[in-house]
C-alpha cells in the first residue's frame, strides 16, 4: 500500500471516504497499528498520562515527545506520522513554536504537528505553514488546558459557546492547517465544523459525522486503567492480556515449570562430558581453598 498523502485526506473528505487515526508511542505499536491501516498515527501527547504515569499532559517536555517519536517513526510505513506539540512548545512565540514543530520533522521524521488551540495559535499555525511544515489543529476539549477551563467534559453545550468553537476551527483552516481534532464536542456542532469546513474534521468524543475518528490506543486496546472515558469504545482487554501472561509467568518460576525443556539450551553430550571430566580433574589436581587456610 501506497503512503498516505496530504492530499489523499482531503480526496477523502471530498469523496466522503473516512479517516482513521491512532496514538502511537513506541515502536512496536507503531508497526501493528500501521500495518492495522490507519490513516494517520499520531503521537500524542497523551502519553504524559498513558505511558509516562503522569496526571496530566501538561509536563510533557519536548525531549520527551521527540524521543518517543522518534521509535513511532521507526514502526510507520504508509500511515501519514504526525507528532503533538505538547504544552510548553505553544506557550511560546510563534518563532519559538516554529523551532519546537522544525525538531519533530527534522530529529524524528514526522510528516505533521498537531496543536491544540489557544489565544494566538493562529500566527504560530501561519508561520509553521509558511515554512512547509503541515499542521493539524484541535478544538473543543483541549487537554493540555482543560483543568484550568473547567474540568475534561463536553464543550459548545450552549449555542454561544458552539459558535466561538466553530470560528476557532475556521481560524485555523484559515491559518493554514489541513485537518482538525474535534474533542468532546455534541453532535451538532461536530457536524457543523465538518458542513462548514474544506479540510477534514477527526472526531474523538464528537459523533460520527466527522470525516474520520481518532482513539488513544491505550484506551482502544484497555490498557490504560486509571481513567475510562465514555466515548472511549474497547476493542480489547490488553490489560487483562498483559496481567494473565505475567502472573503465569511468576506462578511457572515459582513452580519450577519455566523454563521447560523446550526454552532450555543445550549442548552435545560428548562435549558436556568433556568438560565435566575436565573440570573434576583440575579440581582433583588444586588444593582447595579450604586446605590453603589450614596450613
Ligand atoms: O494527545 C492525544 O493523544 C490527542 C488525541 C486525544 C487526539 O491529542
Redesign the pocket.
Known sequence: MSKITIAELLARKEQDGKIAML?AYDYPMAKLVDEAGVDLV?V????GMVVLGYET?APVTMDEMIHHARAVRRGVARALLVG?MPLMALRASAPEVLRHATRFVQEAGCDAV?V?WREGIDDSVRTMVGANIPVMG?VGLT?QTAASEGGFGLRGKDAESAKTIIAQAQGLERAGCFAI?L?CLPDPVAQEITKRLRIPTIG?GSGPHCDGQ?L?LYDAIGLYERLKPKFAKRYADAASLVRGAASAFVNEVRSGTFPGKEQTPTMAPDEADKLRRELDRKNSTQPSAHSRQSK
Do not use: M, Q
Not at 44 to 47: N, R, V
Open positions: 496514538t499520531l500524542g501527547d497523551s502519553l499532559t503533538d498537531k491544540e484541535h487537554p481534532v474533542e474523538i481518532v488513544v
